[in-house]
């Protein structure tokens, strides 16, 4: 073998070892950025890609006749949001007095809607691996509504699984009018 041939060889070998991936042990950490909340004692948290806006809960419309986690309507950004309670939805009773409560716009392409919550604790990003799913006796689960809970016990709530639960709409589907 000539020199040309011994060197085309070394450099065939060296292009192969380059183009190869390198195996790594480490892992990917894969986060997601939440907000948490209080209900009543118990920390709450959504994603935060869900979130328009938040507001004081001041100047919004009671409507009577609907179910009594609808706590109104309100008016952001020159639209119409209805008032979703988390705590009367998620059958929360808590003994305290309420303070100022504070609304989640939540932003969807179907509905327009706000949650009610008691306190906004923190904004966080959480890593996937360290939420737990099993959710056995963690009120919501039964509906589907908790994606999991986090090692310092906050439940992460499904915004769009909420939206998808027929009770929201109390029987008051839409219905063609003269049909």
């Known amino acids: 073998m000539n020199e040309k041939e011994a060197t085309s060889r070394i450099l065939k070998k060296r292009a192969l070892l380059l183009s190869r991936q390198p195996v790594t042990t480490k892992t990917e950490i894969e986060t997601i950025d939440v ?28 409507l009577p006749g609907l ?26 009773h808590d003994e305290k007095k309420e303070t100022q409560r504070q609304l989640l716009i939540i932003e969807h392409p179907k509905l327009k809607i706000c949650f009610l919550i008691d306190q906004i604790l923190k904004f966080k990003s ?35 699984k909420i939206l998808q639960d027929q009770g929201l709409t109390g029987g008051f589907e839409q219905k063609q009018i003269g049909g």
């Open 126 to 160: 959480i890593d996937k691996n360290d939420i737990q799913t099993d959710l056995t006796g963690i009120k919501g689960f039964e509906k589907g509504i908790i994606k999991g809970i986090t090692a310092e016990t906050e439940i992460i709530l499904e915004p769009e």
């Open 35 to 62: 907000i948490v909340f209080f209900l009543g004692e118990e920390k709450y948290a959504i994603e935060a890609t869900f979130l328009k806006g938040i507001q004081p809960l001041k100047n919004f419309t009671f």
């Open 67 to 92: 179910p009594p986690f609808i706590k109104g309507i309100a008016s952001f950004f020159g639209v119409l949001y209805t008032i979703i309670d988390l705590k009367s939805y998620l059958k929360i």
